[in-house]
């Protein structure tokens, strides 16, 4: 078994309004088909989002007839499988998806939701001399109530056949693994009707890479489709014998830089701050002009509309020389708040024992104990998410206080002093 998993290519987007992200976007797609013309792939799996919008332009599509034709022309033997996800799907008023179109002229077999042989979801799939390869659209919020039909149908075809190593392919994400819920993420529970069933769950939607148990297999976009996923692992699985291995192509490079602006003081000092910055950079940069993006985080101490933008973007232009650059100024003058260029790629948990750690260690009077403190709060929010009594939350807070007690012995039925109910209110909120 040899086959070539990949998702999301967004075909036809121009990101930032430029006709040489376009290109990239089909450069991408082409990476992959000359790697599996090279590495003589039985087939490749589309798992959605070939195109970026629903209703591409002729330029789009004639990036995907030329590279699937190539493929044709080149490998004839290697099949393209695909589905349609949320960015594919045609228009009520048009009926057929580009996707369609594709599939009529021969240059991948697209597999549809269909009714055949007593099932009514599964009944379009495909047989090849090991494999046996099913499929299911972009669903939306039908995707978590249709799982048990797609298993038990799924169940019921393969029993009736002879035993094949059983991929399926969906669109949809997996809760979990974004920073921030979205919504119609499919929890891992409710997939376990599929997993008896199912040998590689072939998915697509999230841009960045994630694999779990060895059965669920996201590869991520290609090219890089919005900054948010910067140094996210992203690519395409080369499967071989059931090992899935993921291949990341050479690819428009990304750089993001970051400058504290707290100690600043004037517009002045700022670009000469900048400036600075700069200064080593060049060397790192690709020839390949590099997209940028240009963050300033931190306490602002003068007014924001003081910076000129402008400026700082031409101070990136002449010294970096990117394709596009962006600048982005990320306030806080909080002195509880954590600016966001400090928490890019930390877990939801990371981030909150770093802003209990802070606020705890504000006070001196409990500093010395924050370690204490913060882990005793931090399991007060996880019994409280998961609806402990309250009696118990306030018996976990009041052991934790007898605990940090400068003698560190526990007294019973001694009054608390204002200042250490202070404390035991913080805790509680």
């Not at 055949?116 to 978590?144: A, H, P, W």
């Not at 489709?225 to 050479?250: C, Q, W």
């Not at 790192?284 to 602002?300: A, D, H, I, P, Q």
């Amino acid at each position: 078994m040899n086959f070539i998993h990949a998702s999301d290519f967004h075909l036809g987007y121009a990101q930032y309004g430029l006709e040489e992200r376009f290109r990239d976007y089909a450069r991408a797609f082409q990476s992959v088909i000359k790697y599996a013309i090279d590495h003589r792939a039985e087939f490749i799996l589309i798992s959605g989002d070939l195109f970026h919008k629903r209703n591409i332009n002729a330029p789009t599509y004639l990036q995907a007839y030329k590279v699937l034709l190539e493929l044709k022309e080149k490998s004839p033997s290697t099949q393209v499988f695909a589905i349609e996800g949320n960015h594919d799907l045609a228009y009520h008023q048009d009926g057929n998806s580009w996707l369609e179109i594709l599939n009529s002229q021969g240059l991948l077999r697209l597999i549809r939701l269909k009714e055949s042989q007593g099932v009514k979801l599964m009944g379009d799939y495909v047989e090849l001399d090991n494999v046996r390869i099913f499929g299911v659209k972009y669903i939306g919020s039908n995707t978590t109530s249709s799982i048990q039909q797609i298993a038990d149908e799924i169940k019921k075809i393969t029993a009736e056949a002879e035993e094949k190593y059983t991929i399926l392919m969906m669109h949809f994400g997996m809760e979990g693994q974004v920073k921030q819920a979205q919504a119609g993420e499919i929890p891992y529970s409710s997939l376990m009707p599929l997993k008896e069933v199912v040998d590689y769950l072939a998915l697509g939607h999230y841009h960045m890479q994630y694999e779990v148990d060895n059965w669920i297999f996201n590869p991520g976009s290609i090219e890089m489709i919005s900054m948010n996923e910067y140094g996210l692992p992203k690519g395409f699985y080369h499967v071989r014998d059931s090992s899935a291995k993921l291949i990341t192509p050479v690819t428009r490079s990304v750089k993001r830089l970051k400058l504290d602006i707290s100690g600043i003081k004037t517009p002045d000092e700022l670009y000469s701050s900048i400036g600075n910055l700069l200064e080593g950079q060049h060397s790192t940069f690709s020839e390949n002009k590099s997209l940028v993006e240009f963050l300033m985080y931190g306490e602002l101490n003068f007014p924001k509309s003081d910076i000129n933008i402008d400026m700082i973007k031409k101070m990136l232009d002449e010294e970096l020389k990117p394709l596009s650059n962006e600048v982005k100024i990320e306030k806080s003058n909080s002195k509880y708040a954590i600016n966001g260029a400090e928490v890019i790629g930390l877990s939801r948990e990371q981030i909150e024992l770093r802003v209990f750690s802070e606020r705890v260690k504000l006070d001196a009077r409990y500093r010395d104990n924050a370690d204490a403190i913060v882990n005793t709060m931090i399991e007060v929010k996880k019994k409280a998410a998961a609806g402990i009594e309250e009696g118990e939350i306030r018996t976990d807070l009041r052991w934790c206080f007898e605990k940090i007690r400068p003698s560190g012995k526990i007294e019973k039925d001694r009054k608390i002093e204002p200042r250490q109910q202070t404390l035991l209110s913080r805790m509680e909120d």
